[in-house]
């Protein structure tokens, strides 16, 4: 299955065992707009510190978390360039009326004919199919 990652559902799975497994399943197809990737690499070192202090992870122990994030990203995600769907960025905005700031995952969808994997409801309406954690699990589970 081909599927844009939403940001957020991106640094969850990132952050547990389970998650990581699930972006590394062969039957995924998995692709993120590089301006996501940025937001990404700015928003897992945040978490990572959190979940550092919260439950009193040694910084060991923290800094190999970040670099089996990283990794996972790496094995598993393809980073769009963003010539790779900025034709389609004005088709998007007109579909991101939520939160204008979602239109490459929306482009990337739209070019690449994938769904978008994502937790957030501001992607309804927008045309393209969706996935949550929950029903992507579902349907792993099923196939």
């Known amino acids: 299955m081909r599927l844009v990652v939403d940001t957020s559902v991106l640094v ?3 952050l547990r065992a389970s998650g990581r497994a699930r972006l590394g399943d062969d039957r995924l197809e998995l692709f993120l707009p590089e ?3 940025a937001e990404t ?6 978490r ?3 979940l550092a ?3 009193h992870l ?3 122990v923290a800094d190999e978390l970040a670099s089996l994030c990283i990794e996972a990203v790496e094995s598993n995600v393809v980073i769009l360039d963003e010539a790779i769907y900025a034709a389609v960025e004005d088709e998007a905005l007109s579909r991101c009326q939520r939160d204008p700031t979602d239109w490459p995952v929306v482009a990337s969808a739209l070019t690449l004919s994938a769904g978008i994997w994502t ?8 045309g393209v199919p969706t996935w949550t954690t929950q029903t ?4 792993l589970d099923r196939n």
Request: hydrophobic share 40%; aromatic share 10%; charged share 30%.
């Open 12 to 14: 969850g799975e990132l």
């Open 35 to 37: 301006q996501m990737w």
């Open 41 to 46: 690499r700015l928003e897992l070192p945040r």
């Open 48 to 50: 990572i510190s959190a």
């Open 53 to 55: 202090r919260r439950r």
């Open 58 to 60: 040694d910084v060991a």
């Open 119 to 126: 937790n957030d409801n501001d992607y309804l309406g927008t």
């Open 136 to 139: 992507l699990q579902i349907w």
